[in-house]
């Protein structure tokens, strides 16, 4: 009982003599006192200003301990320890300050607190941890890092501006710079190894070297990865190949993207992928931004996307998804509204409005396998409207493009342009199934050819076979009403639905380039071939450009028509259109070319003779040859005029068409031809 007693009376005078220490703190000193204290240690006291009452200086430790509003002016060397307390210590290039600790060393230490300074001195270095860096132009870093000679160099922090941040490692910090977007206030850093764009688990890496511009502007925090670093230059590499991205975790970000004519890769879930155009990160789910205004190229593996007003996410499966989005596994798979998306070859692309670019990534999910589609890369564009068809619609259109099977289904409503021809998918509201119209819209692109899959919804349609009742050619009469140059008012001929037309007119750059300009308005200057489908007369004809399909409105012969002949075989029968439609087919798109011995490439005259040909299978032939033709061909290549005048009729003109006897005349404009 006696030593419990003891024990309790031991433990009751500790709390005491505790209490008292507790409620009895060192004395404030004055600032009169203060700087005595550090008089008598030796110290120039005028270092430190604002010290009105509570600054100290501890001589065992080396301690000097500022209140708020104090500001010391350097660190001497007896003053191995600076407790900030809200007070300030001006260092080589700026200051620090808050609450926190600065310790002398080589260099020196910051713990917590906030660093100013002026990077473009190159003169401060510093270590800091749990510290914030602030800078003029508004942006701040805070965490653990070094600066070494005025350069920030982050091991491990967040990047804020504008209430936004993001996390970063690894990384050295360059400033506010100059986005190849044209965004000035975008914070710019430079990517080391191991460096992470991003949060702990959900982050972005890029390849060690790399510039990369970070905005805070938008609803989400932008990443742009940049140049290269040439170390050989020191300066950045504005050759640089594109970035490649990695993508950790389930991050959170937009990924903007102004790379071309190579693409861009990004990795997710360890598959590397190509990509142009800006792309989204939402919890790790990849997107497509809106882009109402096609400012950029949209593309990931070879599909080339036009986001219009709707955000289209991507997936990389096999797999059918809820809203507007791209699958891309072994097969492709797209789904929503109001969205397209467009397929073709590696190099040509500009396959039609809200595609006018040339397309440098080919894809895996299309391809034809038949050689004379040569001339022209085919075209495939799905587009999702938001009210498509002629009926009640659903509101949704899925597609799947099998390139095993060769197929394309479609369900729901779905705009399929393959080719010339454009099929309009829809579920009736009546009887819930798949219905479909046709309609023939022929092609003034660069890429026009047909892909040879089968559409196998709503009825099988094969456009290369032409499977499907719509491709018939009816037989019978339909006026044609076009104005013949020189004539006032329209002239009417009724001409037959089921054979093949040339027309021709006189003048033009093609007739002064082989006779003169004296003589151009009287020498045949452009041809082409005529033909009826889908309800209306279509021209086929090379425009300078390439080979472009269209209605006769829209035709080079709306302005001009001096002639029309039709075309007949060698026995003087009329040759069916078929066969002629289907070669026309093949051909527009093909590159415009005067030089008779480039094979994929034709003018005018070519797509007679080739079309004409195609359909009676022997050579197209007439009564004059190039050498015949007044004046040569002054402004085509000698080597060309050379090689054309020894062989006689390889340059095909105008003139050499229409004085075919293969051609039946139904209406010439009355002029005297040059003899």
Not at 156 to 173: D, F, T, W
Request: aromatic letters at 8%; charged letters at 25%.
């Amino acid at each position: 009982m006696i030593k419990k007693t003891k024990v309790i009376l031991v433990v009751v005078l500790l709390v005491v003599l505790l209490f008292q220490v507790i409620s009895d703190p060192p004395p404030v000193l004055t600032e009169e006192e203060f700087q005595k204290q550090l008089t008598d240690a030796g110290i120039d006291n005028s270092i430190v200003s604002g010290c009105v009452a509570g600054c100290s200086y501890d001589g065992k430790t080396g301690t000097l301990s500022l209140i708020a509003g104090a500001t010391m002016e350097s660190v001497p060397q007896d003053v191995k320890k600076v407790t900030l307390n809200g007070g300030a210590v001006n260092i080589v290039g700026g200051s620090v300050s808050g609450f926190g600790s600065y310790t002398q060393g080589t260099p020196p230490e910051l713990s917590g607190g906030l660093v100013s300074y002026d990077p473009n001195q190159r003169s401060t270095n510093l270590n800091f941890d749990g510290s914030v860096i602030s800078f003029s132009t508004g942006e701040s870093v805070s965490g653990k890092g070094k600066i070494i000679n005025g350069i920030l160099e982050i091991d491990k922090g967040v990047i804020s501006q504008n209430n936004k941040g993001i996390p970063v490692e690894n990384v050295r910090y360059l400033g506010v710079g100059a986005s190849y977007t044209g965004n000035s206030n975008k914070v710019e850093i430079y990517s080391k190894d191991n460096s992470k764009i991003g949060g702990e688990q959900d982050y972005l890496t890029v390849e060690p070297g790399r510039s990369v511009l970070i905005g805070f502007s938008k609803e989400v925090v932008t990443v742009e990865v940049g140049d290269s670093w040439n170390e050989q230059e020191q300066d950045w590499d504005l050759e640089s190949n594109p970035p490649s991205i990695i993508v950790n975790g389930k991050p959170t970000l937009k990924i903007d993207n102004e790379w071309g004519p190579e693409p861009a890769k990004i990795t997710i879930g360890g598959e590397e992928h190509t990509f142009f155009g800006d792309l989204e990160l939402t919890k790790g789910q990849l997107s497509i931004p809106p882009d109402p205004l096609l400012d950029q190229i949209h593309m990931v593996d070879g599909v080339y996307v036009n986001p219009k007003k709707k955000e289209v996410d991507v997936y990389f499966d096999d797999s059918q998804h809820e809203g507007e989005y791209i699958s891309l596994g072994d097969k492709l798979r797209a789904g929503g509204e109001g969205f397209s998306l467009a397929l073709s070859e590696k190099g040509v692309g500009q396959v039609l409005s809200g595609f006018e670019y040339d397309f440098p990534v080919a894809n895996k999910y299309a391809n034809n396998k038949i050689g004379w589609l040569d001339y022209s890369p085919f075209r495939l564009v799905v587009d999702f409207p938001v009210f498509p068809g002629p009926v009640d619609h659903v509101g949704h259109g899925d597609i799947v493009i099998d390139p095993e099977t060769r197929t394309i289904q479609s369900s729901g409503d779905v705009v399929v342009t393959n080719g010339v021809n454009e099929i309009t998918y829809w579920i009736d509201s009546e009887d819930n199934k798949q219905k479909y119209n046709y309609k023939y819209v022929g092609c003034k692109e660069l890429a026009c050819a047909e892909l040879d899959y089968t559409m196998v919804d709503g009825g099988e349609i094969d456009v290369v076979l032409e499977t499907n009742s719509f491709f018939d050619i009816p037989s019978g009469k339909k006026e044609l009403e076009v104005y013949f140059g020189g004539e006032t008012e329209k002239r009417k001929l009724n001409l037959h639905t089921d054979r093949t037309y040339v027309l021709a007119y006189r003048g033009g750059g093609a007739a002064a380039g082989i006779v003169g300009e004296d003589l151009a308005k009287k020498e045949w200057g452009h041809a082409g071939v005529m033909y009826y489908k889908d309800g209306d007369w279509r021209v086929v004809e090379a425009t300078g450009r390439s080979t472009e399909i269209s209605d006769i409105k829209h035709s080079f012969f709306n302005e001009e028509l001096h002639g029309i002949w039709q075309v007949n075989d060698d026995d003087g029968n009329p040759i069916n259109s078929q066969k002629v439609i289907s070669f026309a087919e093949k051909l527009v798109g093909a590159k415009y070319d005067l030089n008779p011995f480039t094979p994929l490439s034709v003018h005018c005259s070519e797509v007679v003779c080739k079309s004409v040909e195609a359909a009676t299978g022997k050579d197209f032939e007439s009564k004059v040859v190039f050498k015949d033709i007044p004046g040569g061909a002054s402004s085509l290549p000698p080597d060309v005029v050379e090689k054309s005048i020894t062989v006689g009729p390889a340059l095909k003109t105008p003139r050499y068409v229409v004085e075919s006897p293969n051609l039946e005349e139904i209406y010439v404009v009355p002029l005297e031809p040059i003899k």
